[in-house]
Every structure is written in structure tokens, then in C-alpha cells.
């Protein structure tokens, strides 16, 4: 590589994938493989989340490499693996190669956070991954635990009811604001830890209690639709009445000393430079980097 030149679009801070061999052998801490998945084919609404690894890429070049609130240098050690070979309108041809690609990464020893992508990738990332002994943290206005969306039982709105079906130890979902009837029931009987919006609003250390009493391995999805559409309208889905960005920012960085084995921001969907959206979706990466 030239000395006054850098690679084009890697996520800002990444490390370069040749130098990676060896590092990860001896290392006593998480290292990270960064993965985008640009794969939009089930959004319903507002499209374009297979540009979202492009943007959130773009966006992190925004950041400083120190931490204010920690007051910490960025010290993780993460590797910018590329875009994982998607198959535009076949989902399970994508999710084939998506869950091979993490369970690649996870074999070289890396844990695996990934940019999505409509949030139907997360099913595939879960399943390379072993979660059964894992609480997933799922950030959302929506609960996605439809069983069928339009007939489809593989969707972005049908996510969560997958992923509970590969028996995780608990789901906990914060920043819920949209369901269908049904959903919540099935919440309700299934026993689901349900934060809503509201409840992020004007009960947080209930909802900071909860995160910080997670014990063992931890999966972590981040629906950038979790955020008001004032702070990300480039999203599937938008829903009024969410997070604002300080309130995302506390609860990402509860994940202080939590066992994560996975991690994704997903729905993405910003077709521009400076997009609030993606600006947003980097500073949720970056603030969950700053904790390593
Ligand atoms: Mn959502």
C-alpha cells in the first residue's frame, strides 16, 4: 500500500484483512469482523437498505476516533470484510450465503457485526451462530414477530418470530411502538421482555436495569427504525414516537462487559451523502466498538 494512500470505503478505523492471520490467535479479546449485507428484496415500504453497507460505510468517516462520554480512545480491534454476495429477489439463495459467509468469520475466530440489509438478514446471522443460549437484545418500533407477512414466512416483519424459533434463553425488545393484535399476544404467552417507547421515555432505568441484568452470551439487532424518523426517516418502516439518539446511545453503551456474540444494524436505507439515517447507524457501530 502507498504511504499517503488508503483503501477506498472500508468502515473508518477498520484494519486491513491481510494483516489479520496470526493477531486473532493469541488475542484475549474479541476481535471483530465487519460485514455488510446489501440485500433489500423483502422490504414492503421504503426500499433501498441493500445501499445500507455502502452509507453506513461513507458515514463512519463522519466520527472521531475518541469518545467523549468514555473519554477513550477507540481501541477494538475490527476488520472490514467486505459485502457478502447477495441474490437480489431470492431470499433463500441470500440467506445461504449470508450464513455461511458468519459462519466463516466465526470459525477464524471473529465475531461477527454486521450491516444490513432489510432486517430479514438477521435470521441467517442467527443461525450461524449459536443462540441458544443467547439473550437477544432487539432494538425496534416493531416486534416482527408475525409468522407470515403477505404469505411469506421470510420477511423483515416476520424476523423475530424465526428467530425465536431458534429457542434463544430469553428476547428482550425495546423501543416498541407498532404491532399487529396478534403479535402482542404472542409476546404475552410467550413470555417476551417488551420495552415500548414509552417506557424508554419515562421509566429508562427500568429499562437500563433490565439490559444490565443479562447474563451470558448476548445477541444484539438493531432496527434503525428504533430511532423517531426525525433521526432516521431513511428506514423501511418509519414510525413516530421513537428514540431520540442520546436515548440509543445509553442503552448501546450498557452493552459495557456483556458477552456479545453477534451484533447487526439493519434497514438502513439512505441513498445519500450525509444521510441522517446512516450518520445515525455508524454512530450505533462505533458506540458499541468504543466498549471493547
Ligand atoms: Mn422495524
Not at 474479541?30 to 428484496?41: A, N, T
Not at 444490513?116 to 443467547?134: E, L, M, V
Not at 415500548?196 to 441484568?213: F, I, P, Q, S
Amino acid at each position: 500500500m502507498l504511504f499517503y494512500a488508503d483503501k477506498a470505503l472500508k468502515f473508518a478505523f477498520s484494519k486491513d484483512l491481510e494483516t489479520a492471520g496470526e493477531t486473532i490467535l493469541n488475542n484475549q479479546e474479541k476481535v471483530f469482523g465487519l460485514l455488510g449485507v446489501p440485500f433489500d428484496s423483502t422490504s414492503t415500504y421504503q426500499s433501498g437498505a441493500r445501499f445500507g453497507p455502502l452509507l453506513l460505510r461513507e458515514s463512519s468517516y463522519n466520527f472521531e476516533n475518541y469518545h467523549l462520554y468514555l473519554d477513550k480512545v477507540l481501541e477494538a480491534t475490527f476488520y472490514d470484510m467486505g459485502d457478502v454476495q447477495t441474490v437480489p429477489g431470492n431470499f433463500h439463495k441470500t440467506c445461504k450465503q449470508v450464513e455461511f459467509t458468519v459462519k466463516e468469520i466465526i470459525e477464524k475466530g471473529y465475531t461477527p457485526l454486521v450491516m444490513g440489509g432489510d432486517h430479514s438478514i438477521s435470521y441467517p446471522i442467527t443461525r450461524a451462530i449459536d443462540i441458544h443460549n443467547a439473550t437477544v437484545i432487539h432494538f425496534d418500533a416493531h416486534t416482527d414477530f408475525r409468522d407470515e407477512y403477505a404469505g411469506e414466512k421470510y420477511s423483515h416483519a416476520t424476523v423475530m418470530r424465526r428467530i425465536w424459533e431458534l429457542n434463544p434463553r430469553e428476547i428482550i425488545q425495546i423501543g416498541i411502538r407498532s404491532s399487529s393484535s396478534e403479535e402482542v399476544k404472542f409476546a404475552r404467552d410467550e413470555d417476551i421482555v417488551q420495552f415500548t417507547a414509552r417506557d424508554v421515555k419515562n421509566e429508562m432505568k427500568n429499562v437500563l436495569k433490565a439490559v444490565e441484568g443479562v447474563e451470558g452470551p448476548v445477541y444484539v439487532t438493531v432496527d434503525l427504525d428504533v430511532l423517531d424518523p426525525a433521526y432516521a426517516p431513511s428506514v423501511g418502516t418509519p414510525a413516530p414516537g421513537g428514540l431520540d439518539p442520546l436515548e440509543l446511545e445509553t442503552l448501546i453503551l450498557k452493552l459495557k462487559n456483556k458477552d456479545v456474540i453477534g451484533f447487526d444494524v439493519a434497514e438502513v436505507s439512505s441513498s445519500s451523502v450525509g444521510d441522517i439515517t446512516s450518520i445515525n447507524a455508524a454512530k450505533v457501530i462505533l458506540d458499541f466498538l468504543f466498549l471493547q
